[in-house]
């Protein structure tokens, strides 16, 4: 039984730690119950030694129903309200320490997923890019009962013992070869149980990837029904999803059939044991070595015996299982989150909102130079513009301020301090984030926008929301701010939703403020209407906005160009005009498209625009 990771199993065991009182209760009962089983078949013995067979009770018997010696109706009386108040006895054990055990499993199950779900949410975006949300939620729903599972084996484990030690010990003084023969099995079982740990591991191994790969693809083709519809793709993704849990469930069915294999094994060495110890105990009758009732204890006791050998069996067998789900669980707990609070971080109070990037280097893994050499001053309460073409690396850029990346070389500082050097809390506090896909919760609209802040109150979301020109169009929901948006904000247009995103934006009042293409995917009329709470949004802040186009950053302070990771251009608009680099290419673009009559410069013709430039570009 090499097969018991003992480290796993001991860390396991601390998940106990706050519910002591409770496990001593458990424990109790589990003994408690261990010595009512040993009481079972005594009833049955005085029917047939003291009632049929007319002999004087002697030893612990006499002890027990002495008072009805002689008295053979007595005796019957006795042994059958015995038998009851055994059985009542067992059965409220039973129902007790049901109640104590269900409370410990459901409790440290529920400990442990709460880690579980608090660990994956410590991780990184680039731990999140690369892992699938699906296994992730296959870890924490069915893999987090693992430690709950492995501990409620244990008094399971605990009463087959002690109820094997108790009887193995009765029936060694009323016939201690009976006893031994029965014990002639365990040697087999052992070795069963060891050769079954061994070869099942892998194969349970490769049914958990394949079960946790089928939740992967339902939860993948749910948060992607638009687009699933939009293609006609549902045949296709039935398919997907049905190929793929066939091949889980033919792995789980093999593994199964080994399972009840190795039961039947089991099975048939105890009925080998339970044959050998009736042919034998009645020879011994017959031999005049033991009575009747005593050869029935003996035999009851066996087969109680093998009970417990069995799920030891069993349980061990199963164990396997929860030892693969505790170790993949425990992995997850052992990673250290590549971001984090540097040892003695500091806490930041509301900064001012001076930034400054000093050369920057940045590469996502598996990628070369996503950013390279990036220096630049933002002062407080500056706007900042951030142009350049399609994966130049502008969102890139913005998202190491709050540290959902850490760059490999620069720094940034915030009011003059490392970013690194403080709380991530604190750090992402001063920090708010329109991007252009506005990304709500299911839940109605007013817990959406407090989302910015958990204790605003009802007054404060309106104010929010008025600014962020949302107040009106809520007003005019059935439900106001107690609508129910669907999963992802379902349920209102993409221009409601990103209004929704710029008023929890104003609740939460952070001194930097980063837009990351808001309007991209709205109408001109909608445009507007966001751009001016996005204008009252800016005011006082430090603000980064992304934006493809140019029309948008008429008030910026400076604007950054960016090509291939690289800053080629900083300046003011008229600056960068002047310069007559990329900015300048770009800006004559877009007007000479605007004065041949569009409806404006969408975000796709800049885009256009912007790649036309970036081919005529080389490198630096
Ligand atoms: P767009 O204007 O299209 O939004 P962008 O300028 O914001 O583009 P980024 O999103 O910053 O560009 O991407 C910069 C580069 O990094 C691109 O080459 C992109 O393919 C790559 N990239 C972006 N996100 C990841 C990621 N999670 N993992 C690996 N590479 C990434």
């Known amino acids: 039984m090499s097969a ?55 030893g612990a018997v006499a002890g027990m129903i002495g008072s009805f010696a002689g008295d053979r109706v007595g005796m019957l009386v006795a042994a059958v309200v015995g038998g009851l108040v055994v059985a009542l006895l067992l059965s409220s054990l039973h129902v007790l320490s049901n109640y104590a055990n269900t409370k410990l499993d459901q409790f440290i199950t529920l400990d442990f997923r709460s880690e579980l779900f608090l660990q994956a949410q410590r991780m990184s975006l680039a731990f999140h890019d690369r892992r699938r949300s699906g296994m992730i939620i296959y ?46 099995v365990v040697p087999f079982l052992y070795y069963s149980v060891g050769y079954y740990a061994t070869r099942i591991q892998d194969r349970l191994q490769q049914v958990r990837a394949l079960e946790s790969e089928s939740l992967s693809v339902i939860h993948e083709s749910l ?32 593994v199964t059939v080994r399972q009840t294999l190795f039961a039947l094994v089991v099975n048939m060495i105890t009925a080998m044991g339970s044959s050998a110890v009736l042919g034998l105990g009645a020879y011994h009758v017959m ?38 789900n505790l170790r993949s669980t425990f992995e997850l707990l052992d990673l250290k989150p590549d971001i984090q609070d540097a040892p003695g971080a500091r806490v930041i109070r509301r900064a001012l909102g001076h930034v400054v990037y000093e050369g920057i280097q940045f590469s996502y893994s598996g990628r070369s130079d996503t950013l390279r050499d990036i220096s630049f001053e933002a002062r407080a309460g500056q706007v900042i513009g951030i142009v350049g073409p399609t994966g130049a690396g502008k969102s890139t850029l913005v998202s190491l301020l709050p540290r959902f990346y850490d760059p490999v070389g620069g720094r940034i500082l915030l009011d003059g301090a490392d970013t690194v050097g403080l709380t991530l809390q604190s750090l992402r506090q001063q920090v708010s984030i329109v991007l252009q896909e506005p990304l709500l919760f299911s839940g109605t609209i007013a817990e959406n926008i407090r989302y910015g802040r958990l204790d605003a109150g009802k007054e404060e979301i309106v104010a929010a929301a008025k600014a962020a020109n949302a107040h009106d169009f809520i007003m005019a929901l059935p439900d106001q701010y107690s ?22 934006a104003f609740l939460k009042n952070a001194p930097v403020l980063i837009l990351d293409e808001p309007t991209s995917s709205v109408d001109s009329k909608t445009e507007a209407v966001i751009l001016d709470a996005l204008e009252r949004l800016m005011a006082g802040r430090t603000t980064f906005m992304i934006a493809h186009r140019l029309s948008t950053l008429h008030h910026a302070d400076r604007i950054l160009v960016l090509n291939h ?34 409806r404006g410069v969408g975000a796709l013709e800049t885009l256009e625009t912007l790649e036309t430039l970036e081919t005529a570009e080389t490198p630096a």
């Open 223 to 254: 948060s992607m029904m638009r687009v699933i519809v939009a293609f006609g793709r549902e045949e296709h993704e039935y398919r997907r999803f049905r190929t793929q849990t066939s091949n889980a469930v033919a792995a789980r069915v093999r």
């Open 139 to 184: 870890m924490i729903n069915s893999q987090g009962d693992a430690p709950a599972g492995l501990i409620m084996t244990l008094p399971l484990l605990a009463e087959s013992l002690l109820t094997l030690v108790g009887m193995f010990w009765i029936s060694v003084h009323m016939d201690w070869s009976l006893a031994l023969a029965s014990l002639a």
């Open 483 to 504: 609508t129910v948006l669907g999963e992802r904000g379902a349920a209102i247009s993409g221009g409601e939703r990103q209004r929704l995103s710029v008023a929890r």
């Open 4 to 58: 018991i990771p003992f480290k796993d199993v001991i860390r396991t065991v601390r998940y106990l730690r706050p519910y002591r009182g409770l496990a001593a209760g458990s424990a109790l009962l589990t003994v408690l119950s261990s010595l009512a089983a040993l009481l079972t078949p005594w009833p049955l013995k005085i029917v047939v030694d003291h009632v049929l067979e007319r002999q004087p009770p002697s």
């Open 565 to 598: 990771g690289r800053l080629v251009e900083q300046g003011s608009q008229s600056e960068l005009i002047r310069l007559g680099g990329l900015y300048h290419q770009l800006h004559e673009a877009q007007w000479a498209r605007s004065r041949r009559g569009t």
């Open 287 to 324: 031999q005049g070595r033991l009575t009747v009732g005593q050869m029935l204890v003996v035999i009851a006791y066996i087969a109680a015996i093998y009970k417990p050998l069995e799920m030891i069996s069993y349980t061990i067998g199963s164990l396997q299982d929860r030892f693969i």
